[in-house]
């Protein structure tokens, strides 16, 4: 069988090395990969644009194409692959507004009662200000963002400046922005594989948006994420995607519109039940770099299965039940900005325990053997460990973190800390 992945970060490099374990053993190709994607996959283009992805999918005859990114399903990629005969693990542009879109989430979310923060849509500085109620609240610019596109603001000079980059700025382009009630509780990550007709749960997982220890600092893309999480057992699992996953396949199913791939739910858990923070139409990032490793099921056939309407049908997923623990290091500057063309050493040593992956995100050059590996974005690798227990997962993880250096290299210290002392 003949893989293609599209994408090039450490989402990618983590759903490459879960193929590259298949007992199917598949060719495997990346569009355009990595230098961490490309030692288990053969790069065919170098860029995620639709037409260039399809054309390398014919070229190459592939069986089946798996997009990691957002923007490459909001831009119909999908769709236009179908188009052609070929199949892809992801959803329909169609389907994909559920994360290109905040409004239709919002309505989706309506139509399917699943449970939400209440919120309003505003178009100017001054109506933004007037919708807040209380302190601190959630300002979020509703189209596409890479992560970042959500600011908690604790008082009204914070939710000023958010909404002038947001609406005067631009700093995201021209969209909508939702001023939304601030929920409290334990947020977690829950990942389930749906095949246009049901929802099947993968592990659970928790990042970590803010750049600084004690979730201080401005939002990210994620600094790093644990699997399982406490208080959230396979029975407690089973009940919350039957809440937030099932309805959101069944009310797109309703519209003709059925969701194929990975519905993403970012999930609070309040004193009042569980609430919906935001769903998106891939995998997650940091989440699969702890998700994915902790899979012994076949991913390779549940990729397959879920491409074809009620493919999972009977399907089961096995899971290893060691926790993992990734802690992400970013580049200086991050998340503002990211500094390119930093030296990294320690890469291999970091690899070397068997229970330790390294997945590369923003990284360039060492193409052959004397050519440094250096820094090419804001997340440059995600450090994840399997262990025993919690606290020794977070403890692995961050000795391969330590193995590592470059200049201007971040990280945090708290990833997985308090959760690992709750789970004794």
Same mark, same amino acid.
């Given at each position: 069988?003949?893989?293609?992945?599209?994408?090039?970060?450490?989402?990618?490099?983590?759903?490459?090395?879960?193929?590259?374990?298949?007992?199917?053993?598949?060719?495997?190709?990346?569009?355009?990969?990595?230098?961490?994607?490309?030692?288990?996959?053969?790069?065919?283009?170098?860029?995620?644009?639709?037409?260039?992805?399809?054309?390398?999918?014919?070229?190459?005859?592939?069986?089946?194409?798996?997009?990691?990114?957002?923007?490459?399903?909001?831009?119909?990629?999908?769709?236009?692959?179908?188009?052609?005969?070929?199949?892809?693990?992801?959803?329909?542009?169609?389907?994909?507004?559920?994360?290109?879109?905040?409004?239709?989430?919002?309505?989706?979310?309506?139509?399917?009662?699943?449970?939400?923060?209440?919120?309003?849509?505003?178009?100017?500085?001054?109506?933004?200000?007037?919708?807040?109620?209380?302190?601190?609240?959630?300002?979020?610019?509703?189209?596409?963002?890479?992560?970042?596109?959500?600011?908690?603001?604790?008082?009204?000079?914070?939710?000023?400046?958010?909404?002038?980059?947001?609406?005067?700025?631009?700093?995201?382009?021209?969209?909508?922005?939702?001023?939304?009630?601030?929920?409290?509780?334990?947020?977690?990550?829950?990942?389930?594989?749906?095949?246009?007709?049901?929802?099947?749960?993968?592990? #659970?997982?928790?990042?970590?948006?803010?750049?600084?220890?004690?979730?201080?600092?401005?939002?990210?893309?994620?600094?790093?994420?644990?699997?399982?999480?406490?208080?959230?057992?396979?029975?407690?699992?089973?009940?919350?995607?039957?809440?937030?996953?099932? #309805?959101?396949?069944?009310?797109?199913?309703?519209?003709?519109?059925?969701?194929?791939?990975?519905?993403?739910?970012?999930?609070?858990?309040?004193?009042?039940?569980?609430?919906?923070?935001?769903?998106?139409?891939?995998?997650?990032?940091?989440?699969?770099?702890?998700?994915?490793?902790?899979?012994?099921?076949?991913?390779?056939?549940?990729?397959?299965?879920?491409?074809?309407?009620?493919?999972?049908?009977?399907?089961?997923?096995?899971?290893?039940?060691?926790?993992?623990?990734?802690?992400?290091?970013?580049?200086?500057?991050?998340?503002?900005?990211?500094?390119?063309?930093?030296?990294?050493?320690?890469?291999?040593?970091?690899?070397?325990?068997?229970?330790?992956?390294?997945?590369?995100?923003?990284?360039?050059?060492?193409?052959?053997?004397?050519?440094?590996?250096?820094?090419?974005?804001?997340?440059?690798?995600?450090?994840?460990?399997?262990?025993?227990?919690?606290?020794?997962?977070?403890?692995?993880?961050?000795?391969?973190?330590?193995?590592?250096?470059?200049?201007?290299?971040?990280?945090?210290?708290?990833?997985?800390?308090?959760?690992?002392?709750?789970?004794?």
């Amino acid at each position: 069988m003949k893989i293609l992945v599209v994408g090039s970060g450490g989402r990618e490099h983590a759903i490459v090395h879960a193929l590259a374990r298949s007992p199917q053993r598949p060719e495997l190709l990346c569009a355009p990969g990595n230098p961490g994607i490309r030692q288990l996959a053969r790069s065919v283009a170098d860029s995620q644009d639709v037409d260039v992805i399809v054309a390398a999918a014919k070229a190459e005859s592939v069986d089946l194409v798996v997009v990691g990114p957002e923007a490459p399903l909001v831009a119909g990629l999908v769709d236009a692959l179908a188009a052609e005969g070929i199949a892809a693990f992801g959803p329909s542009a169609a389907a994909a507004r559920l994360e290109g879109s905040k409004t239709y989430a919002k309505e989706i979310m309506l139509a399917a009662g699943v449970p939400t923060a209440g919120h309003a849509v505003v178009t100017t500085v001054a109506d933004g200000l007037a919708a807040v109620t209380t302190y601190p609240t959630v300002i979020k610019f509703d189209g596409l963002a890479a992560g970042k596109g959500v600011v908690i603001a604790t008082t009204e000079d914070e939710a000023r400046a958010a909404l002038v980059d947001m609406l005067e700025t631009r700093v995201f382009g021209d969209g909508e922005v939702f001023v939304e009630d601030f929920l409290d509780g334990e947020e977690v990550s829950l990942l389930a594989l749906c095949d246009g007709e049901r929802a099947l749960a993968l592990a #659970p997982a928790r990042d970590f948006k803010r750049a600084l220890d004690g979730d201080e600092g401005p939002n990210t893309g994620g600094m790093g994420a644990f699997s399982p999480v406490p208080g959230v057992d396979p029975a407690t699992l089973t009940d919350l995607s039957a809440v937030v996953h099932q #309805p959101i396949v069944d009310e797109l199913a309703r519209r003709g519109t059925p969701f194929h791939g990975v519905l993403y739910a970012g999930l609070m858990l309040t004193s009042q039940g569980p609430r919906v923070l935001e769903y998106n139409t891939r995998f997650g990032d940091p989440e699969t770099q702890v998700v994915l490793p902790r899979l012994t099921s076949d991913l390779v056939d549940l990729m397959e299965r879920a491409s074809r309407a009620g493919g999972l049908e009977g399907a089961t997923l096995d899971v290893d039940p060691r926790p993992a623990v990734t802690v992400v290091l970013a580049s200086a500057g991050y998340p503002a900005s990211a500094s390119k063309g930093d030296v990294i050493t320690g890469v291999e040593t970091a690899d070397e325990p068997t229970d330790t992956i390294v997945f590369q995100a923003g990284t360039a050059g060492g193409e052959h053997p004397g050519a440094p590996l250096v820094t090419a974005g804001g997340r440059v690798l995600a450090v994840t460990a399997l262990g025993d227990t919690l606290a020794a997962a977070r403890e692995a993880a961050y000795a391969g973190a330590d193995a590592i250096a470059f200049d201007g290299r971040q990280l945090r210290g708290d990833i997985a800390a308090a959760a690992s002392h709750q789970a004794g």
